[in-house]
């Protein structure tokens, strides 16, 4: 993303989806954090052209979003809002696909420990605060003086 010749358009929903569900999901801190590192350039990139962060980040996946950090601990996360990309190759869907997110999905104690839990929500949290801080102002100004906060 940070090469400067090379073209930017996939920097797009399904990438910044994965990105969020990779900081729900992720049990290790170095992915998260490099999720992370790699959410805020996204943003940069989506921010400097006008029009595009809220083309790319809709309102009702940001409501997604939010749902998916406010989900109680220790309740199963909803993944109908996951982006699921198809793996189909050649019209051919592989029978059997191994989901190594499932234990931080469930959100089972006994398999994912609070802290880890935490520490995933703490890091999708920032990634939403980051996307209010990169939020165009003009929409911003918007939202605050329609709603008289």
């Avoid at 420990?113 to 920032?126: D, G, M, N, Q, S």
Wanted: hydrophobic share 50%; with cysteine.
């Amino acid at each position: 993303m940070v090469v400067p010749s090379l073209p930017k358009e996939w920097v797009a929903t399904p990438f910044m989806s994965l990105l969020f569900q990779n900081l729900v999901c992720e049990e290790r801190s170095d992915i998260r954090n490099a999720s992370l590192s790699a959410w805020k350039t996204a943003l940069s990139i989506l921010s400097f052209s006008p029009g595009r962060m809220d083309n790319v980040i809709t309102q009702q996946i940001i409501l997604d979003w939010y749902a998916i950090v406010m989900t109680p601990l220790g309740v199963a996360v909803d993944i109908s809002a996951f982006y699921n990309p198809s793996f189909a190759v050649a019209g051919v869907v592989p029978i059997e696909r191994h989901n190594v997110d499932k234990n931080m999905l469930a959100q089972d104690p006994s398999l994912i420990t609070p802290e880890i839990t935490l520490k995933a929500r703490i890091a999708a949290a920032t990634a939403l605060a980051n996307l209010m801080m990169f939020w165009p102002t003009q929409v911003m100004d918007y939202i605050l003086h329609c709603h008289h906060f």
